[in-house]
T-cell receptor, first 114, second 111 residues
Framework: AQSVAQPEDQVNVAEGNPLTVKCTYSVSGNPYLFWYVQYPNRGLQFLLKYITGDNLVKGSYGFEAEFNKSQTSFHLKKPSALVSDSALYFCAVRETDSWGKFQFGAGTQVVVTP | SAVISQKPSRDICQRGTSLTIQCQVDSQVTMMFWYRQQPGQSLTLIATANQGSEATYESGFVIDKFPISRPNLTFSTLTVSNMSPEDSSIYLC????????FGPGTRLLVL
């Protein structure tokens, strides 16, 4: 069975500082890993994904994530946070034989203060 | 990618009634999913809806309560039947095009 954990309910960061949102996963096979962002009263927006290849993945809005197989982690990062990055972030995992079903984490609320 | 629209965007309904939510995709896709989300919470998968076959429901969700139609590769509906206040939630559809892409959601309040 696949699962994903986001250990932090909320992350607070000052504008201009680095932002990290943590995600760890558990799968029996090779993972497909994803990050989504949800702004208030909106659906989920795709940020980036890891399927295979380079462990450092770059995505939308200046975000990137690093796949670490030994630590089973896929942390989301942004070098310099903006107030507009304040939103709810979800990590998700899909196993290759899961019939396309994703397992979503509980979500991490990011609050960027001016 | 895929662009997805949902109707209605929000509704307020009386208990005991039913609401049908529509999901329209701008391209043909095989796999479509319906989720439920409480505000600020994670997503709970209701069912997988593939064109040409019966929807597959997750544990805790049944067809009588959440009937789903998938008449073609660009459209699906989810009906929330015999509603109670516990059905108040955000309902999201998504499609799989290697990545899952989501609609904007339908915000349902049951009184």
């Amino acid at each position: 069975a696949q699962s994903v954990a986001q250990p932090e309910d909320q992350v607070n960061v000052a504008e201009g500082n680095p932002l990290t949102v943590k995600c760890t996963y558990s799968v029996s096979g090779n993972p497909y890993l994803f990050w989504y962002v949800q702004y208030p009263n909106r659906g989920l927006q795709f940020l980036l994904k890891y399927i295979t290849g380079d462990n450092l993945v770059k995505g939308s809005y200046g975000f990137e994530a690093e796949f670490n197989k030994s630590q089973t982690s896929f942390h989301l990062k942004k070098p310099s946070a903006l107030v507009s990055d304040s939103a709810l972030y979800f990590c998700a995992v899909r196993e290759t034989d899961s019939w396309g079903k994703f397992q979503f984490g509980a979500g991490t609320q990011v609050v960027v203060t001016p | 990618s895929a662009v997805i629209s949902q109707k209605p965007s929000r509704d307020i309904c009386q208990r005991g009634t039913s609401l049908t939510i529509q999901c329209q995709v701008d391209s043909q896709v095989t796999m479509m999913f319906w989720y439920r989300q409480q505000p600020g919470q994670s997503l709970t998968l209701i069912a997988t809806a593939n064109q040409g076959s019966e929807a597959t429901y997750e544990s805790g969700f049944v067809i009588d309560k959440f009937p789903i139609s998938r008449p073609n590769l660009t459209f699906s509906t989810l009906t929330v039947s015999n509603m109670s206040p516990e059905d108040s939630s955000i309902y999201l559809c998504s499609v799989l095009v290697e990545t899952q892409y989501f609609g904007p959601g339908t915000r349902l309040l049951v009184l």
